[in-house]
Structure formats: C-alpha cells, structure tokens
C-alpha cells in the first residue's frame, strides 16, 4: 500500500496534532474531577490517558497546552495547586454529557451543572466523583511533568491510585470488570469515538506464560494457503502444541459431516483450509480443532 510521509513541521501544528489523535487509537477516557484551592470543582475529559503501574497503581494523563492559543485549563492549574483528582470513567449513558463538560467554558464555571452531571463526596481527596460513572479513582497526584512551552505541548499529570469505587452491576460472576455491562467509551480522531461492548468486543486466546509453536513452525502448505489471512495465520500460529498426526488422521473417519465433504471436493487441500478458516472466524473457542483440520490437509 502506498504510504505519506508525515513529519513533525511538515504540515500545520493541527494537522499533525489530527494524525497523532486519529493513528494512536482508541484511546480510554479520563473525565477528571478536580478543585482549585477555594474547593470550586472543574470536570474536564482527557483521551491523552492510560494506565502504567499496577504497583505502584499510577495513572496518567496528560492536560495539552491549547493549539490555538497557547493556553492552559483549568484543570491543569487545580492539580498544581491542591495534588489531587478523581478519574472518572466514562460510559455510553453519559457520553453526550462528557461532550457538554468538554466545552471551554470560562474559570469558575461548574461543568458538573453544565452536564447536569452529579457531584458527590469522595473519600480521601477533595474532588468530587462523578455519580453515574461506573468506575471512580480517588488519586493524589504524585509529578507533573511539562513537555513543552508552545500550543500543544502536554503536562503530564502523574497520578496514584488511592481506592476505586466500582459499580457491582459491572462486575462478573469471576470478580472482573465485564466490558459488556461497564459499556466504556474510547476516543478516536476528530469527532469520533468507539463504543467498546457489544460486537466491538472479541475474544483473543493468549498465552502469556506458556510457549506457543510460533509462526515458524506452521507447516508450508499452510503458510502459503491462498485461504488463510495474516490473521487466521496468527491464530494458528498460537497454539501450543503441533496437532498429533494420529489424532489428525483420525479426523478423516469422524462424524464431522464438513470434513467428509471437504475430503470429496475437487480441491480437498483448499476446502479443509476453507473449513479451518471458518472455524477460526466464527468460534475461536475451536482453534486447535480448527488446527487439527488444517493439518490434515498436509497429509492428503
């Protein structure tokens, strides 16, 4: 495919600054409470955010210098004064009230009643948690690292993890966050944003400590198939072990009504890859079965 070469300087500061945004994507969403020394509340989203310790428990996020004019918010100069917020998290029943608490509004204004969103009393810091989230971090803030002077320079702001509150009704059977009920927002380029429950959400099997066979390791015939994707490749490629030839062999007197037929087609090699990719794309539950049917093909 072809490619464009973009440089820092090459194009517009905004413009580099929409292909940074829409490239690193997506990205979670802090909505974060703060106050400023006289307890006045600011709530303000941030995409430039992620999670970089579980111990220490560090978040960080990062509050840009405006392009356009060089400025600061608010938020920004309430974490320099009192080293304290609450992240909120954000999801899709209050997404569109996020959009309202984005606008840039004048100091003192309070985006909580702009957004006709709830304040209510946290823990063990001054700012406020925002009541319909489904996850609220209480944080002190630990540094505040300034990356630059001019319009889109970032302050990333180093936060520790003091307590969550999360909502029971987004949490499993198993004791984990179910991304299905917490429906999280992320952030994209631009106006867009992606909605991470429903069909966006998939399942990848992962072997974290345990050995897989490796790219390598697949068979030619495989590797070459004119049927497989980069991705389909990937999967098999994940497995742990090589199917045993005796268990692959065996498939050919099964009661697998698919194999039969693939085994009869005028192309028995590519219509057992065809059925190993479906398998991989509809349930990747059945990956090594699916292996099992890929190899069989390299012994025909």
């Given amino acids: ?10 194009v517009p500061r905004f413009d580099f600054h929409q292909f940074i945004v829409g490239s690193i994507a997506p990205r979670p969403i802090a909505f974060v409470s ?19 310790s579980s111990n220490p428990p560090i978040l960080v996020f990062s509050s840009n210098r405006r392009i356009v004019d060089n400025t600061t918010k608010d938020t920004l100069s309430n ?14 029943r209050i997404v569109h009230q996020m959009a309202v608490a984005s606008v840039q509004f004048p100091k003192g204004v309070d985006e909580f009643k702009k957004s006709g969103l ?4 946290s823990d063990l810091v001054k700012p406020f948690r925002v009541k319909e989230s489904p996850i609220q971090i209480e944080c002190k803030v630990k540094d505040i690292i300034t990356l630059g002077t001019e319009g889109g320079a970032g302050h990333l702001v180093i936060c520790e993890v003091l307590r969550m509150h999360i909502a029971e009704e987004i949490i499993d059977e198993r004791g ?8 999280l927002m992320g952030r994209l380029g631009r106006s867009y944003y992606v909605r991470a429950s429903g069909d966006a959400i998939y399942t990848i099997p992962q072997a974290v400590e345990k050995l897989v066979i490796g790219f390598d390791n697949l068979p030619e015939g495989i590797r070459n198939s004119e049927v497989f994707t980069g991705n389909n490749l990937g999967q098999l490629a994940g497995i742990q072990a090589v199917p045993q030839k005796e268990e692959v062999l065996a498939l050919k007197h099964g009661d697998d009504a698919k194999i039969a037929e693939a085994l009869s087609a005028a192309k028995p090699k590519e219509a057992l890859h065809r059925y190993a990719k479906e398998l991989l794309d509809t349930d990747p539950t059945k990956r090594d079965y699916a292996a099992s049917v890929a190899w069989l093909a390299e012994y025909l």
Avoid: C, Q, W
Avoid at 34 to 52: I, K, M, R
């Fill in 1 to 10: 495919m072809e490619m464009r070469i973009v440089e820092p300087g090459s």
């Fill in 34 to 52: 703060t106050v400023d020394s006289e307890g006045n509340p600011n709530l303000a989203p941030y995409s430039f955010f992620n999670a970089f």
């Fill in 79 to 92: 974490v320099m004064e009192t080293k304290e917020v609450v992240i909120n998290a954000v999801n899709y």
């Fill in 118 to 121: 709830t304040p209510i009393p």
């Fill in 176 to 183: 984990r966050i179910d991304p299905h009920k917490a429906d």
